[in-house]
T-cell receptor, first 112, second 114 residues
Framework: EPEVTQTPSHQVTQMGQEVILRCVPI?????FYWYRQILGQKVEFLVS????????KSEIFDDQFSVERPDGSNFTLKIRSTKLEDSAMYFC??????????FGSGTQLSVL | GENVEQHPSTLSVQEGDSAVIKCTYS??????FPWYKQELGKRPQLIID?????GEKKDQRIAVTLNKTAKHFSLHITETQPEDSAVYFC?????????????FGQGTELSVKP
């Protein structure tokens, strides 16, 4: 069964450093998303992406965040200058646009 | 924006009992209503969903009921088993646009005691 894959599974970085989280969505999916989940809390929407541009973004997704689809398979989330409060599990998801989102196994980001 | 609330936040039942989790939402334009299950340290996974033209949907021990007038939908799990223990999230889609985002509720931690 095809699935969304994310790398790395864990990322530790120093405050102020740039990080790039990588995702390979399911191959025939057209819609891509990033969500984050702070430990013990709900899953929060960050951004959706379609046809090589952002469809929608939340208040969390400020100028420090960017997304890119650099080639036909990868979908990345960049945080330019990480803050302590960026520490969370980041989930990538993809869909055919008919409702169900398929989530990757996540990248646990720890900012020290 | 869409306001999504789940109740209860925690639920403890004996194995074999039923569990019901309720989700209320604010956006009357919502037309897709899924429930996701998240086991500890794992990704959220869809367990059942319903669209606005249907009032109830059942899949073995799991069912979802929708009341669009009252803007709430509920997850029903019958004959609960220890492996049902997890956090459950409702995640209504607040728009009609294709590929629209899901907005997650705060989650309900279900514990099924053997």
């Amino acid at each position: 069964e095809p699935e969304v894959t994310q790398t790395p599974s864990h990322q530790v970085t120093q405050m102020g450093q740039e990080v790039i989280l990588r995702c390979v969505p399911i191959s025939n999916h057209l819609y891509f998303y990033w969500y984050r989940q702070i430990l013990g809390q709900k899953v929060e929407f960050l951004v959706s992406f379609y046809n090589n541009e952002i469809s929608e973004k939340s208040e969390i997704f400020d100028d420090q965040f960017s997304v890119e689809r650099p080639d036909g398979s990868n979908f990345t989330l960049k945080i330019r200058s990480t803050k302590l409060e960026d520490s969370a599990m980041y989930f990538c998801a993809s869909s055919l646009g008919q409702g169900e989102l398929f989530f990757g196994s996540g990248t646990q980001l720890s900012v020290l | 924006g869409e306001n999504v609330e789940q109740h209860p936040s925690t639920l403890s039942v004996q194995e074999g009992d039923s569990a019901v989790i309720k989700c209320t939402y604010s956006d009357s334009a919502s037309n897709y209503f899924p429930w996701y299950k998240q086991e500890l340290g794992k990704r959220p996974q869809l367990i059942i969903d319903i669209r606005s033209n249907v009032g109830e949907k059942k899949d073995q021990r799991i069912a979802v009921t929708l009341n669009k007038t009252a803007k709430h939908f509920s997850l029903h799990i019958t004959e609960t088993q220890p492996e049902d223990s997890a956090v459950y999230f409702c995640a209504p889609e607040p728009s009609h646009i294709q590929g629209g985002k899901l907005i997650f509720g705060q989650g309900t931690e279900l514990s099924v005691k053997p």
